[in-house]
């Protein structure tokens, strides 16, 4: 137990000095003052985070940032129990899908956490709710649950660097990490300063190479023999969605009305391929909504252009839609588009 509590809760030296001198005399058991550890780790940990949003933005920072935290766990804990077993059994031709999209197709960031809707078998570790990754078609609202791009902390702080030309100290992720840091948490990859300037100058890197070669998918990056020294934080991989492993870029899913909407991976490099304004990238499409699921499919058994519903042609240029001819296009469709 005691060592559980060490691993996941940890927030500072107090608990790990309390628990070692436990342990070393004998004290502890598994029920008494281990939880009493867990506990004190725990409002340890609060504790430092309402210190480090004061620290950032004040009274004002910490009561909405509390209050916004507070409900998107309510919410996403309740919609993720009362939706575990919404979603229908994947078809091979449902997803995962890699689609190429226009960046500035894609305009929202889910504001589901991991442990709401994982989309990757990796998250499960972080919900107490989901076994396996949501894949496949699924009806409901949670399409609705998002934020603008533009105003992602990430997104504005790239865009105050490589676009108007300020310094990443300057930028308000950068100051963010650092309120972390200096009150004992991780932020950015990062657990130093040290860290986060190499997390910066990655960053650097990657606009610089991205500026001069375009965006290069993780596919290619893998068979590249320096793979493993492009950044110091970042490296290209492959990551399994229902034991099937997919290319570490960006997963998406699509709304009701066709909106791309990111849930994980990817985030840095659709920033920057927006801001070069780059034509093209890869995107693993992980769930859609079933109302687009139906619009699709439209597309796909249509034997021409005319036989798809005139409300529905508007989505004749949509990148999921577009991706059906790369598998067996529709007669007619193509010439028609």
């Known amino acids: ?44 940990g609060i504790w430092r985070k309402i210190r480090m949003l004061y620290q950032f933005g004040g009274v004002r920072c910490v009561l909405v940032e509390t209050y916004s935290y507070l409900v998107d766990n309510a919410f996403g804990y309740w919609w993720a129990i009362r939706h575990r077993d919404a979603s229908e059994e994947p078809r091979e031709s449902d997803c995962p899908t890699i689609v190429e999209i226009d960046p500035d197709d894609l305009r929202y960031q889910s504001s589901f956490r991991k ?21 496949g078609v699924l009806g409901g609202r949670w399409d609705r649950f ?10 504005r702080s790239l865009e105050a660097r490589f676009a108007g030309g300020k310094s990443w100290t300057e930028t308000a992720k950068y100051q963010y990490a650092v ?6 948490l991780e932020d950015w990859r990062s657990s130093s300063i040290d860290d986060l300037g190499q997390r910066c100058a990655d960053l650097e890197a990657l606009y610089e190479s991205m500026a001069d070669e375009g965006y290069v998918p993780q596919t290619e990056l893998l068979e590249r023999e320096d793979a493993g020294e492009q950044l110091k934080t970042e490296t290209a991989a492959m990551k399994p969605i229902h034991g099937t492993d997919y290319p570490h870029e960006a997963r998406v899913g699509i709304g009701r009305n066709g909106e791309l909407i990111r849930f994980g991976a990817g985030k840095h490099r659709l920033s920057i391929a927006k801001l070069l304004d780059l034509d093209s ?47 067996e296009p529709a007669p007619g469709i193509e010439a028609n588009r």
Not at 16 to 39: K, P
Not at 122 to 131: A, E, I, L, M
Not at 299 to 324: G, I, K, M
Request: charged share 25%; with cysteine.
């Open 1 to 44: 137990m005691n060592a559980v509590i060490a691993e996941l809760f940890v927030t500072g030296s107090v608990v790990v000095d309390s628990q070692s001198r436990a342990v070393a005399t004998g004290a502890t058991d598994e029920f008494g003052l281990g939880y009493q550890l867990l506990g004190f780790a725990v409002l340890t």
């Open 115 to 135: 442990a709401h809707f994982p989309t990757k078998d990796g998250d499960t570790t972080h919900s107490p709710v989901h076994d396996e990754p949501i894949v």
């Open 146 to 155: 998002r934020t603008e791009w533009s105003e992602t902390r990430i997104h």
């Open 179 to 184: 309120c972390k840091i200096e009150n004992g």
């Open 281 to 327: 990238v890869p995107v693993v499409v992980v769930v859609r909504h079933e109302r687009w699921a139906a619009i699709r499919e439209c597309f796909a058994t249509a034997d021409s252009l005319e036989d798809v519903p005139e409300r529905y042609r508007e989505f004749t240029d949509h990148p999921d839609v577009r991706s059906l001819d790369e598998r």
